[in-house]
Every structure is written in C-alpha cells, then in structure tokens.
C-alpha cells in the first residue's frame, strides 16, 4: 500500500490527508490495517503491531506487519521496556538505536530480535488509552527520528479517534441489527392473535402478499388493528430489512402533510429554512403505510398516484422529478368505494390501491377470538404492572363474550389494562372491567317477531361474511337451528 505521504516537505498536508484518508474506513479491521501500513512508511519501519483494549481490561495484539502472531504476543509481553512504557508515560517513546540505549538495558527479546530501532506511539482518546502502535527495524532506521515524533503523535491521535468511531459505528450496527431482529419478532404473524375463520382469511392474504410488492388496501373500523396487519405484512416479507414508516392521513392539513409526504425546498413556504427529504424519500426501498387514506385532498390524492404509477416525487417549491421505490399499504376505514361514488375519492387511485384487499373484522365478529385476545392482554397488563393476577372470574367472562366491543381489539385492551390497574383481587371479575350494558334492541313497530328474526340473522350473518359457525354461535344457537331456518326462508322466497 503506497500512500505517498511525504512528511519532511509538508507534515501538515501529510497529516490532514492520512485523517481523509482513514476517517472513510468504517469497519474496524480494514481500518486497523490502513494505520498499520500508514505508520509503517512514515518511519520506514520493518515491522509492526497495533494493540488495543479489550472487553476484559487487557492490551491485545489486533493487527500484525512481518510478525508471526506468537512473535507478536511475546513483543506485547516484553512491552515493559517499550509498549508499556509509552502507555504509563502516555507519550510517544522512540530509539534510533536501542541496543546502545540505557532504558532497554537487559531486555532480552530486543538483544534475541536483533532490533535496531524501535519506536511505540500510545492511542489515546480523552486522556484514556485504548491501545498502542508498536514499530521496529533491524536494518532499515532512517525514519526512528526525533524530527518524527510530533508528526507520529498527531497520527496516532487521528487514528484513536478513528479506531474509537469504527468501534461505534460496529456496536450500533450489532444494536441495529438486534433491534431490527426484535422489531421482526413482534410483528410475525403469530403476533397477531386470532384463531377465528374470519382472521385466517386475513392471515391467509397477508401470507399471500408477504413477499410480493403489490399494493395492499387494509379496511376495517377504528381500533380493529390495520397498522399491526400493515407491520407484519412488511416485516415477514422482502423488504423487512428497509425502512417502515406510517402516517395518519387526517391529523395534518393539506400543506403540512404535502410537506412530510413529499419534502420541500429551502424556502419554498415560510419557515422552510432548509431542504427537507419526505417521508416518501425516507422510506425508499422499504414500506410506507397511510393511514385514513381517504381523508386525503384532492391535491395529494393525484400526486399519491403519481408514485403508484411512475414512482416519482416532487418537493414542495422544486421542479426537479425524483425516484422512490416504495411499497405502498394503505388502509381506511371509511368504505372507500362508496367514497369513489359519492365523488370524494379518485376512482384511478382507488384501482390503484385496491390491489390486494384485507378486510379486518370487527371484534363483535370474531366472538371466538374475544377470550383468546383478553387472555393475551391480561398477562401482558399483569407483567406490566407487577401484578398476579392470571384469569378472570365467570361473570368477567360472561361480560366479555355478551359485550358489543363498538371499540373493537382496541378498546379491549384498554379495558384489560385498565381492570389489571384497578383490581386488587387474583382474578378480575366484572366490577373491574366497568362495561356499559350493552343497550337492548327494540322490536321496531309493525314488525313481527318472526320477520325481525330474520332480519337479525341475515344481518348477523353478513357480519360474519356468511359463516355459518360464527353466526350461530353469536346468536346462541345451534348450527342446525340456524340451516333449518335458512332452509325455511329459502323455501319461502320460492314459493
């Protein structure tokens, strides 16, 4: 390795490019390598070493020039007269010829090594050693200068603080990568709790889709989960090691949300006081999830198209056209094609984004799922709030199963965690969960029995998108009852 730093013309020059070019080095073995050879030819030297500390305290060999690895650890142990010395002193030592030299009188592996010259430059990061580089010759010496200590002790602090960067960067890249791995672990599938007919449809497409880069539209009520549904399609598919980023569509006014979707110029607005990337940008390569589409303007809805379509962006106050890739997951809970209908929602859009559709169910819809959740949020609130409380009394259940949930999976949760605050007993019992009765429903007048029956089947049983089993079970009825009447009606409507 040539780095043509000429050190008696220019130390400045010389020194200022050795910090560029070792301060573009991030992992820490190429660059432990790059000030190995950097040092070697600013003293001419023969032969070398880089010691560094290690988690348990000690001074170790990291990197080696001309030294065999057990050579090398016995020079690091003989460091008594050199290495450890520079590292007590905290000052560069240096001999142009250390056989004659009094303070290395009797060190035995230097007379065994025949080394000549000799020089140790300490590393050093707010007055705390983090290492030494150690370099000798047996022939060549001309560099082992008084004239090169200044310029050795400047090269040493760049490449400490250097070394102390790469460290940095490699713990957070570990720390990156663990999160990353956490992050993925909470949004598989089975995060997802659900064992009713009507989820495993939706399990069914997001494991369809998982690994494709098709745009996803996720419909359902407030609080039914369709950013955890939007997560885990991103984080069990191609792009879960890329950025996700989400955004609630309705929180912001048109001019601010056109400004985090799209960036803007320096500028372009007052108190836009410099260039500023968009989330679009920010989430390149990964998945960018909006909330409550369908809230967005009319203005934002053709530029949302835009990036469907072409993948193109424009900052706010900029001409010039930029490129994302970025997969798209939207979801709403407004019914988004009678919105197309009523002239509130760009029909091309709406193709668009309804590439897949996942309708997430009610909770009152998945009546088999309400204990399994209940149970998952009990011990999650329990662990939370350093509590033993681990099942719920028979009336707790009853209340749960006979509750209308108008808040669904999430006002579930709340009303778990709230209970686990409040109770004092080992099991919550129905006092603890404070449900509003649900509100009995009146007959309407002019109705018979048997027709409001009907209608409260056929209306239970769209809610459960036809399921036979979810439907009786709902009304508390048995799957025969439930196919004799339908059967009953059929013959009806024929006659």
Known sequence: MNMNHDIRHDPLDAISQISCTINTVRELDPLLNTIMDIALQTVQAERGFILLLDDAGEFTVQTARNIADDVAIDLSRFSNNVVK??????????????????????????????????????????????????????????????????????FANQAAIAIENARLYEQLQQENQQLRKHVQEAHRFDGIIGSSPAMQ?????????????????????????????????????????????????????ESLLESELFGHKKGAFTGAAADKKGLFEAADKGTFFLDEVSELSPHIQVQLLRVLQEGEIKRVGETQIRHVDVRIIAATNKNLFEEVKNGNFREDLYYRLNVINVNVPRLRERHNDIMELAGYFLEKSSQKNKKAINSFTPEAVQALKTYSWPGNVRELQNTIERAVVLSRQTKIDRSDLQLQDNPTPSLPIGVKLKDFERQLVERTLSETNGNITETAAQLGVSRRWLHYRLKEWKDEDDR
Do not use: W
């Not at 997001?206 to 407030?222: F, K, P």
């Open 85 to 154: 010395q520079a590292l007590s002193q905290g000052n560069p030592v240096m001999a142009f010829d250390v056989q004659a030299d009094d303070r290395f009188a009797g060190a035995e592996s230097i007379v065994l090594q025949k080394i000549q010259s000799v020089a140790c430059v300490p590393l050093t990061i707010k007055q705390r050693s983090i290492g030494a580089i150690y370099l000798d010759s047996i022939q060549q010496r001309s560099g082992f200068t008084d004239d090169s200590l200044p310029f050795l002790k400047a």
């Open 201 to 253: 449809r939706v399990f069914d497409t997001m494991t369809s889709v998982a690994d494709t880069d098709a745009t996803v539209l996720i419909q359902g009520e407030s609080g039914t989960g369709k950013e955890l549904i939007a997560r885990a399609i991103h984080y069990n598919g191609v792009r879960k090691d890329k950025p996700f980023l989400a955004l609630f569509c309705g929180s912001l006014p």
